[in-house]
């Protein structure tokens, strides 16, 4: 059990500046050398230290710059960092303000510090306000103090030692601000848990483990109810689809269900649905070996609605939601799927598999179908789905394809407040063509636009409501050095679902 940040929001005045009682102080720095109240403060009782470095020229102040003050005289806080903000009367764009915070926080996970203060910059933001630069910080220190740690003996593997933060603004917290306080940290929280499910190898993190994990979160919050089924069950319904996928390996095949019911009883759902690929080797269509180990990460989907079922029952948001997870193990095998083979959905349409590596699709498919039964009011679908992805948006933007123009957009502008960006790819008739087979309904692959057709395929599936499809395989991880879960889509879906309350 990981030990929990405090966070806590407090007025302060600037001529309480010197009496803060904390290891580590940060305050904005504007650009143009005219210097804000906390500064100017700061200034003055440490006999004028901003004022001499910046006449030296060794305080940087663009944007999210960083500069420092050891043991400044005259303030308990033996340890200053002051962050770019820009020039005074500056609007910034949410990306800018965004990078000044991660900056803000960064500059005291460098440090041993165990409690830290930041004073809230006095910027102002493209169509954003004091709670949403609060909401953003407290999700920052909460985002960026995750380690992994499940499986790391070496003494050198990272510490966080931050157990409190108090965030500073300048009139007393409004019951508003301290709302956004606590749903940034929330959003930051169940970022973290995504990021665990995804960074757990594929040997502990198989499609049980999905399932008892949701259990156990379940037990956690009473308005959280948990279902997993197993191949029986799923042969029983006729999830053909969703089993091919798991033919080939020893680890069983399951579904799992989550239902949140924050809301009125009755009211239709918001469903998600995630992509529980717990190993992705890509089957008798066998994936090269490079950079293999990265398709632990093709349940990235799963593992974000997991966490947004919780970010939602821990915030008590006064809405129906569920959550439902497709997952299996793609591997070769002499009982796997081979290409040619031809399977029966839960749809009653039947699919030709042409190539077993695209099997994200192949169990969503069957997922999608079964969630009718909750007569949704929105479905939204996350999954690592294609390659392509990552070459037509690169690792920062989310591919967002829909049916309905009301839902893209209402994810497009949760990915944009909450700065988990998702770009819209057309669906349109056109491509459907590519998926045409000689020896089934559908085939699961097809045509040049790799992203768009998987989605294509998915849309066969998800006629009867309002859909979107979320295609994370850019965003949900990071190769290079930094490899790693992300913890996205957590921010966009817990966002788009807090707006729809
Ligand atoms: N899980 C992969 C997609 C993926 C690739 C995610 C790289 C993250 C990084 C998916 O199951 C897959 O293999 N897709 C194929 C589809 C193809 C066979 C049509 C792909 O993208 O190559
Ligand atoms: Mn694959
Ligand atoms: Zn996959």
């Given at each position: 059990?990981?030990k929990?940040?405090?966070?806590?929001?407090?007025?302060?005045?600037?001529?309480?500046?010197?009496k803060?009682?904390?290891d580590?102080?940060?305050?904005?720095?504007?650009?143009?050398?005219?210097?804000?109240?906390?500064?100017?403060?700061?200034?003055?009782?440490s006999?004028?230290s901003?004022?001499?470095?910046?006449n030296k020229?060794?305080?940087?102040?663009?944007?999210?710059?960083?500069?420092?003050?050891?043991?400044?005289?005259g303030?308990?806080?033996?340890?200053?960092?002051?962050?770019?903000?820009?020039?005074?009367?500056?609007?910034?764009?949410?990306?800018?303000?965004?990078?000044?915070?991660?900056?803000?926080?960064?500059?005291?996970?460098?440090?041993?510090?165990?409690?830290?203060?930041?004073?809230?910059?006095?910027?102002s933001?493209?169509?954003?306000?004091?709670?949403?630069?609060?909401?953003?910080?407290?999700?920052?220190?909460?985002?960026?103090?995750?380690?992994?740690?499940?499986?790391?003996?070496?003494?050198?593997?990272?510490?966080?030692?931050?157990?409190?933060?108090?965030?500073?603004?300048?009139?007393?917290p409004?019951?508003?601000?301290?709302?956004?306080l606590?749903?940034?940290?929330?959003?930051?929280?169940?970022?973290?848990?995504?990021?665990?499910?995804?960074?757990?190898?594929?040997?502990?993190c198989?499609?049980?483990y999905?399932?008892?994990?949701?259990?156990?979160a379940?037990?956690?919050?009473?308005?959280?109810k948990?279902?997993?089924?197993?191949?029986?069950?799923?042969?029983?319904?006729?999830?053909?689809?969703?089993?091919?996928?798991?033919?080939?390996?020893?680890?069983?095949?399951?579904?799992?269900?989550?239902?949140?019911?924050?809301?009125?009883?009755?009211?239709?759902?918001?469903?998600?649905?995630?992509?529980?690929?717990?190993f992705?080797?890509?089957?008798?269509?066998?994936?090269?070996?490079?950079?293999?180990?990265?398709?632990?990460?093709?349940?990235?989907?799963a593992?974000?609605?997991?966490?947004?079922?919780?970010?939602?029952?821990?915030l008590?948001?006064?809405?129906?939601?569920?959550?439902?997870?497709?997952?299996?193990?793609?591997?070769?095998?002499?009982?796997?799927?081979?290409?040619?083979?031809?399977?029966?959905?839960?749809?009653g349409?039947?699919?030709?598999?042409?190539n077993?590596?695209?099997?994200?699709?192949?169990?969503?498919?069957?997922?999608?179908?079964?969630?009718?039964r909750?007569?949704?009011?929105?479905?939204?679908?996350?999954?690592?789905?294609?390659?392509?992805?990552?070459?037509a948006?690169?690792?920062?933007?989310?591919?967002?394809?829909?049916?309905?123009?009301?839902?893209?957009?209402?994810?497009?502008?949760?990915?944009?407040?909450?700065?988990d960006?998702?770009?819209?790819?057309?669906?349109?008739?056109?491509?459907?063509?590519?998926?045409?087979?000689?020896?089934?309904?559908?085939?699961?692959?097809?045509?040049?636009?790799?992203?768009?057709?998987?989605?294509?395929?998915?849309?066969?599936?998800?006629?009867?409501?309002?859909?979107?499809?979320?295609?994370?395989?850019g965003?949900?991880?990071?190769g290079?050095?930094?490899?790693?879960?992300?913890?996205?889509?957590?921010?966009?879906?817990?966002q788009?679902?807090?707006?729809?309350?």
């Open positions: 059990m990981k929990r940040l405090t966070i806590t929001i407090n007025k302060l005045n600037p001529s309480e500046l010197s803060v009682n904390t580590c102080l940060v305050l904005g720095l504007n650009s143009d050398k005219t210097l804000n109240k906390y500064a100017n403060e700061l200034n003055k009782v006999g004028g901003i004022k001499k470095l910046q020229q060794f305080l940087k102040s663009d944007i999210g710059a960083t500069g420092n003050l050891a043991a400044p005289q303030i308990k806080s033996d340890l200053v960092y002051l962050i770019g903000i820009g020039k005074t009367k500056d609007k910034l764009s949410m990306e800018k303000a965004k990078s000044i915070l991660s900056s803000m926080v960064n500059s005291i996970l460098g440090t041993k510090a165990k409690s830290a203060s930041i004073v809230l910059p006095d910027i933001i493209d169509g954003q306000d004091k709670n949403w630069l609060i909401q953003q910080l407290s999700f920052l220190a909460e985002n960026q103090s995750y380690t992994y740690d499940a499986k790391i003996n070496k003494k050198d593997k990272k510490v966080i030692t931050l157990k409190k933060l108090n965030v500073f603004i300048s009139s007393s409004s019951s508003a601000n301290r709302k956004s606590k749903i940034g940290q929330a959003i930051g929280r169940g970022s973290n848990t995504a990021k665990d499910f995804g960074n757990l190898p594929g040997n502990i198989t499609p049980s999905l399932g008892t994990q949701s259990k156990a379940a037990k956690k919050y009473k308005n959280l948990c279902k997993v089924l197993g191949e029986k069950e799923m042969e029983k319904l006729g999830m053909h689809c969703l089993l091919s996928v798991g033919n080939g390996s020893a680890q069983e095949s399951k579904l799992v269900i989550l239902e949140y019911s924050g809301g009125k009883k009755g009211d239709q759902p918001h469903v998600l649905v995630g992509k529980g690929i717990t992705d080797t890509g089957g008798i269509s066998l994936k090269p070996g490079a950079a293999m180990d990265e398709m632990k990460f093709d349940m990235c989907g593992a974000s609605v997991i966490s947004t079922i919780q970010v939602m029952a821990e008590k948001i006064p809405l129906n939601v569920v959550a439902v997870v497709a997952s299996a193990e793609n591997m070769p095998g002499s009982k796997a799927t081979k290409p040619g083979d031809v399977v029966k959905t839960l749809s349409q039947t699919v030709e598999i042409l077993t590596d695209a099997e994200g699709r192949l169990v969503l498919a069957d997922a999608l179908t079964y969630i009718k909750f007569n949704p009011k929105t479905v939204t679908d996350v999954a690592t789905l294609t390659g392509a992805c990552i070459i948006l690169g690792h920062a933007t989310s591919g967002l394809m829909s049916n309905n123009d009301r839902h893209a957009n209402d994810l497009y502008e949760a990915g944009l407040k909450s700065q960006k998702a770009w819209r790819l057309p669906i349109w008739d056109i491509y459907q063509k590519d998926l045409n087979s000689n020896f089934a309904d559908i085939a699961n692959i097809g045509g040049r636009a790799g992203t768009i057709t998987a989605a294509c395929f998915l849309s066969r599936f998800t006629k009867d409501y309002e859909w979107a499809h979320l295609d994370v395989a965003t949900a991880h990071v290079g050095l930094a490899k790693g879960a992300s913890g996205r889509p957590v921010p966009l879906l817990s788009f679902l807090i707006d729809k309350a």
